[in-house]
C-alpha cells in the first residue's frame, strides 16, 4: 500500500472524464499517481490534470496492475468487459456507467446519503447514480429523512451533454443552423427542415424544441432513463416499494439537469420546516426567492457541485406534499463529482486518514 | 339581427390576433362583417383577414355598435375595462385574458368538453382558458369521463410566444447572441453574460436555459400561472376539488406548450384502453410510437389544431394513474383557435343556423 493511493481515470477525454480531471485539480488531493485511460483514438493525448500534463493511454489489463482506485466513466458495455479486469488486477472500481448499478452485490452510493455502503463492496465494484436520479435524490432524501416519503412524481429537463459530448456538439451545430432565421419554430416542421441531419444522439431535433424521450425503449412505453431514475431511487433510498412515476424529456440546454419534483410524505409537511431542512442538508444550495428572480436554472448551476432547490411549496390539496425545483450540474454532481467524492470515500479507507 | 353576424376581434395585431386573422381566413366562414381592433399604435395598419384587407381601428365605445360577438385577446385590465362595453354596446364578448374566468357568472369554455355553457352568460362574457390550461385538458376531459379523474401532477414547457410576440422576439434576439460560440453553456453566468439585457418579458434567458416561472406572484411561493392551471381545470371540469399540483417552467421553444401530466382516477385504469379513448377524443392527435420516435413535440405540434398527446403508459407503482405527454399550440387550441370555436358556437346560436 504506498502512502497515497494510485487512481485510473478510465474514459478521461469524454465529457464526464474531462470534468473529472478538473475536479482532481480542485479538490483536496488525496491521490498518489494518476493514470488516464481511454479507447484507441485518443492514445497518446495530453491532458492536464493536478498541474501535470498526463498521456492518455489506451486499456490493457496490465495497465490496472498497482492501481488501487479506478473511476470508470465509459458505455456500458465497456465497463461491464473493463470493471471485472480492474478489480482482477486489485483496484476498487468506482463505476459511472449503468453496467452494475442495481446489482444486489454492487452498492449505489451517493455519498451525502449512503457513504457507510462504500465499504459492502463483494465484487470490488462501487456504483454511481444516473446524473438524473443524482440531480433530485440528493433533496429528496434530507425531506425522507424527516417526514418519511412514500410517492414521487418527476418530470425532467435534461441537458444535451447528458448524452456525452456528441450530445453538446450536435446541440451548438443545430443551434448555428436556426440562429438569424426569426421565422423558424412558427410552423410545422420548419426547425426540423433547418436542423437537416445534424441530429447527433437524439430522436429529434433539440434547438427550439423539447423532446420526450431519452435513453433506450424499456417495457410498457417507458424508457430506460425513466425506469433507472425509479429503480435507482429506490435503491439509493433504500425504499423498495417507494411509488415513482417519471417523465424524461431533453431540453435544448448545454449542460444542467433540471426536475420538477412532486414528493408525498407520510406525515403533513409545511413549507417553511421544510426549506429549513434543506438549508442544512449536504449539497444542496436554497435559491428560493421568487419575488425577486431566484430559482434555481441550468445557466447558474453550470459548473458547481451542489444542487440548487427552489421553488419550494406545499402542495395547496395535500398537506402530505411538497413541489419543487431542483437543478443539478449533469457533468458534477450528476456524474464526475459522486464518482469522485466515492473514491476519496474509498482512498480515506485504504489509507486510514 | 343580420344574416350573418359581425364579428369585431380586439387585439388584432398581436401574437394571438395575428393567429386569429389566419383562422378566420381558414375556417369555414360564419361571419358577416368583420372589424378589427388594436392600441392606438396600430391604427390604420392593413391586415390581411379572409381574403380581404382590413384597417386596423382604435377602440371607441362606438366602435361596438352593431357588433354581434367581439373576440378579446388584450391584456387582463384592457379587457376588465373594454369588454363591459362591448356588452353594453350589444356583442357578446368571447375573452381570451384572466380577467373574468375565474368569475362565477362567466363561463368558461373549451368547445369539446362544455359547449353548452355558452349559452349560460348572465353577463354577456364567455372566457377561454389560459394557454396551459388548455393544452393538456382537452386531453383530460375525455379519460376523466371514462375513469372519473381525482388527481393531477402537472410540470409544463411553455413556449416563449406565450408572452407574445416581445418574448418571440427576445427569444431570437438571445439565440442570435449566443449561437456561434460553442463554448456557451458549460460555465456559470456565461448564457447570461452573452444575452446582456436582452431578456423581453421572461426573468432570465431563455436562451439554453429553463425557468420555473411564468406570471406574477400568488401565495405561498405559488405563480399565477400555476394557480391559473389548477382553477381553471377544476371549473372546465366541473370538479372543485380536484387535487391538481402544477409547476410551470418556461423553456426556449417559439410556439407550443408541452405538458407532463400524471393523473390518477378514481378506477383502474389501462394503458391500452386510454389511447382508444383518447383516439376517438375530438380535438386530440395520438403519437405515440417511442420505437418509431413517435412522440409529441413543439416542432411537430405548432400551426396544428389538436393537442398532439403521446408517451402514455399506466404507473408503474399506481393501477390508478397514467403518465402522459402533451404538446398544444398555444397560439391557437391555447388560445385563438379555442376562441373561434367558441364564438363560432355564439354564431351559431344567433343565427339559429
Known amino acids: 500500500m504506498p502512502a497515497l493511493p494510485t487512481l485510473a481515470v478510465v474514459g478521461a477525454t469524454g465529457a464526464v472524464g474531462t ?195 431519452a435513453g433506450l425503449l424499456a417495457d410498457d412505453g417507458w424508457s430506460a432513463e425513466e425506469m433507472k431514475v425509479r429503480n435507482e431511487s429506490r435503491k439509493i433510498l433504500g425504499l423498495p416499494d417507494l411509488k415513482v412515476s417519471a417523465t424524461c424529456v431533453r431540453v435544448p440546454v448545454v449542460t444542467g439537469h433540471s426536475v420538477a419534483v412532486h414528493a408525498v410524505f407520510a406525515a403533513e409537511v409545511d413549507a417553511e420546516s421544510a426549506r429549513e431542512v434543506l438549508r442544512n442538508a449536504p449539497g444542496v444550495i436554497m435559491v428560493d426567492d421568487p419575488a425577486t428572480g431566484e430559482f434555481p436554472m441550468p445557466i447558474d448551476a453550470v459548473g458547481t457541485d451542489p444542487s440548487w432547490v427552489g421553488r419550494l411549496r406545499r402542495a395547496l390539496d395535500d398537506p402530505r406534499a411538497l413541489d419543487f425545483f431542483v437543478t443539478g450540474d449533469n457533468l458534477r454532481k450528476g456524474a464526475a463529482l459522486n464518482t469522485a467524492q466515492i473514491a476519496e470515500l474509498v482512498a480515506k479507507e485504504l489509507t486510514g486518514r
Not at 485518443?42 to 473511476?71: H, I, K, N, W, Y
Request: charge should be negative; proline fraction near 7%.
Open 19 to 213: 470534468v473529472l480531471c478538473q475536479l482532481l485539480s480542485a479538490r483536496r488531493n488525496v491521490w498518489g499517481e494518476i493514470k488516464l485511460f481511454a479507447s484507441a483514438r485518443s492514445d497518446g493525448r495530453q491532458v492536464r490534470c493536478r498541474g501535470e500534463e498526463l498521456t492518455v493511454q489506451t486499456l490493457t489489463p496490465e495497465a490496472f496492475d498497482g492501481v488501487d482506485v479506478a473511476m470508470f466513466d465509459v458505455p456500458d458495455e465497456v465497463a461491464a468487459h473493463w470493471a471485472p479486469i480492474a478489480v482482477t488486477r486489485g483496484a476498487v472500481v468506482v463505476d459511472n456507467s449503468g453496467a452494475f448499478r442495481m446489482e444486489r452485490d454492487v452498492p449505489l452510493v451517493v455519498p451525502e446519503i449512503n457513504p457507510g455502503q462504500t465499504r459492502h463492496r463483494p465484487r470490488g465494484i462501487i456504483a454511481n447514480g444516473n446524473c438524473t436520479t443524482l440531480a433530485m435524490i440528493v433533496a429528496v432524501a434530507p425531506l425522507h429523512r424527516e417526514y418519511g416519503l412514500r410517492e414521487l412524481v418527476l418530470a425532467s429537463y435534461q441537458a444535451a451533454s447528458g448524452a456525452g459530448q456528441a450530445g453538446v456538439d450536435a446541440l451548438h451545430t443545430q443551434l448555428g443552423k436556426i440562429a438569424g432565421d426569426r421565422t423558424l419554430g412558427s410552423r410545422p416542421g420548419d426547425v426540423r427542415q433547418a436542423v437537416g441531419d445534424d441530429l447527433g444522439p437524439f430522436p429529434a431535433p433539440l434547438a427550439l424544441n423539447v423532446v420526450p424521450w
